[in-house]
């Protein structure tokens, strides 16, 4: 976030009457999330006891230390999810935006609530994962395997997990 420097020039009149002090901009809050807040997100904590439930998610995750953030991973069993077993992950990522995501495919730009986010596939096209911006440059990605599901089931579990996770965010 950049300081604003605001510069005053001087007057050769004088007006009557006590000085009020200005408003001191350099201690107003931020209204963007900074990069630190997206560092301190936990991805296992992404997902809320409601959401966990309807996605047919049990238990607290597996979490895993990234190179360029930290992620959870679900196994949604093949009984939970009429036969076809797959993974569901969230990953936080604070030094990287949707400028960085990687994609074996084309990337698509959507909206999810009122963020930004784009849309893109990994491994070969057996990944479907949506990235959120948190700020210009930071994100929260969210993920599915096919899990022998076919695409449309894949994107539109990974469509209503972004759903669930966007208003978590900071």
Do not use: H, Y
């Amino acid at each position: 976030m950049g300081t604003v420097v605001l510069l005053g020039t001087g007057c050769s009149t004088q007006t009557p009457g006590q000085p009020i002090p200005a408003e001191d901009v350099s201690t107003s809050a931020a209204t963007e999330p900074t990069t630190s807040t997206t560092g301190a997100l936990d991805p296992c904590s992404l997902l809320t006891a409601d959401a966990k439930a309807e996605l047919g998610v049990s238990g607290s995750g597996d979490p895993d230390e990234l190179p360029s953030g930290k992620s959870c991973a679900w196994q949604v069993s093949s009984a939970a999810s009429g036969g076809n077993g797959f993974v569901l992950g969230t990953a936080v990522f604070p030094e990287f935006g949707l400028e960085q995501v990687s994609s074996s495919g084309p990337t698509t730009e959507i909206t999810v609530g009122s963020r930004r986010a784009l849309k893109s596939t990994g491994a070969g096209g057996s990944v479907f994962a949506i990235s959120l911006e948190v700020t210009p440059s930071s994100r929260v990605d969210v993920s599915s395997t096919i899990g022998g599901a076919g695409e449309e089931e894949a994107w539109a579990r990974v469509q209503r997990l972004a759903e669930l996770v966007e208003p978590q965010l900071p």
